[in-house]
Every structure is written in structure tokens, then in C-alpha cells.
């Protein structure tokens, strides 16, 4: 089992939606930020959204509006809410973390294809 395991991926329609999950180990401590990041194919992984350990969150362009970050302390997971789902949005989507100290964690990914 790794340290950050993604779920909620999946085939969904045009203008659908999804929520992403992200559940971090809890050997994995003093977080400064989780994100989430995307890469398509033949494309370069991509910044999605952040959250912080001050609660604020920071969105690519692309995803505000539609997409919304949020965690829960309480089950150490990190969520990826996202709607009005395009065709351009289908990547794998990671997530991600930094622990204050520095070290960087990523997940296995998880497929999101957005197709009718």
C-alpha cells in the first residue's frame, strides 16, 4: 500500500462530474500542502489545485470555477471535486504532497476520461 492511494477516477460524460480522493498515510506528517496534479497524453504533468496547511487554496485557471480542492483533517484525505467535466480534462490525475520539512510525496495516479 503506498503512501498517498487515489481513487474516484473513471470514464464520466461531458459535462459530468467527479470526486477525486486521496487518503495519506499517517506516517506522513506536518503537511504544508496537498495538490493535485494532471498529465495527459503527451502533455506535461500540470498543476491542478492546492491546498494549504493555512486552509488556503490556489487553482490553475483552467480548473477555477469547476473544480474545487478541500481535505479532511480528521481522515487525512485530500478531495478533488470537480464539474462541468471536458474532453480536455482527461489525464491521470496525481496527487501530491509536501511535508514541512521538504520531503515530496506523489500518488500512483488515477484515470479521469471524460468522453460521451
Known amino acids: 500500500q503506498g503512501q498517498l492511494v487515489e481513487s474516484g477516477g473513471g470514464l464520466v460524460q461531458p459535462g459530468g462530474s467527479l470526486r477525486l480522493s486521496c487518503a495519506v498515510s499517517?506516517?506522513?506528517?506536518?503537511?504544508?500542502?496537498m495538490s493535485w496534479y494532471r498529465q495527459a497524453p503527451g502533455k506535461q504533468r500540470e498543476l491542478v489545485a492546492d491546498i494549504f496547511s493555512s486552509g488556503s487554496t490556489n487553482y490553475a485557471d483552467f480548473a477555477q470555477d469547476r473544480f474545487t480542492i478541500s481535505r479532511d483533517n480528521a481522515k487525512n484525505t485530500v478531495y478533488l471535486q470537480m464539474h462541468s467535466l471536458k474532453p480536455e480534462d482527461t489525464a491521470v490525475y496525481y496527487c501530491?504532497?509536501?511535508?514541512?520539512?521538504?520531503?515530496?510525496?506523489w500518488g500512483q495516479g488515477t484515470q479521469v476520461t471524460v468522453s460521451s
Open positions: 499517517s506516517s506522513i506528517s506536518s503537511i504544508y500542502s
Open positions: 501530491h504532497v509536501i511535508e514541512r520539512h521538504g520531503q515530496i510525496y
